[in-house]
């Protein structure tokens, strides 16, 4: 059974910066591609982030293009998402999502993506 545990969120004031972590596991052998959603009070889930499973390529959303990055372990299923000039629209939960096979079309899809996290909060104060 496959597990994806997110960490790293909370409360962090206009302007900074925060780094989440997702780490997956149950599936030996197995590289997966990954990404980052989010989901504000209200709005529906939206797609943040994306990594190829051997971390050659990256997408981003255009609302944080230039102020976050996705990277992940250079072996493994262990993603990060750093944060910076965090705005008060970044305020959501953040899923970390696992895909055993990701064609470009699939990555910023909701359904591109076959396992998920229970998400960790940010929050942003002004």
């Known amino acids: 059974q496959v597990q994806l545990v997110e960490s790293g969120g909370g409360l962090v004031q206009f302007g900074g910066s925060l780094r989440l972590s997702c780490a997956a596991s149950?599936?030996?052998?197995?590289?997966?591609?990954m990404a980052w959603f989010r989901q504000a009070p209200g709005q529906a889930r939206e797609f943040v982030a994306h990594?190829?499973?051997?971390?050659?390529?990256?997408y981003y959303a255009d609302s944080v293009k230039g102020r976050f990055t996705i990277s992940r372990e250079n072996a493994g299923n262990t993603v990060y998402l750093q944060m910076n000039t965090l705005k008060s629209e970044d305020t959501a939960v953040y899923y970390c999502?696992?895909?055993?096979?990701?064609?470009?079309?699939?990555?910023?899809?909701?359904?591109?993506?076959?396992?998920w996290g229970q998400g960790t909060q940010v929050t942003v104060s002004s």
């Open positions: 999502a696992a895909a055993e096979f990701a064609p470009p079309q699939a990555w910023g899809k909701i359904n591109g993506y076959d396992y």
């Open positions: 149950g599936r030996p052998g197995v590289t997966f591609a």
């Open positions: 990594i190829t499973w051997n971390g050659d390529r990256t």
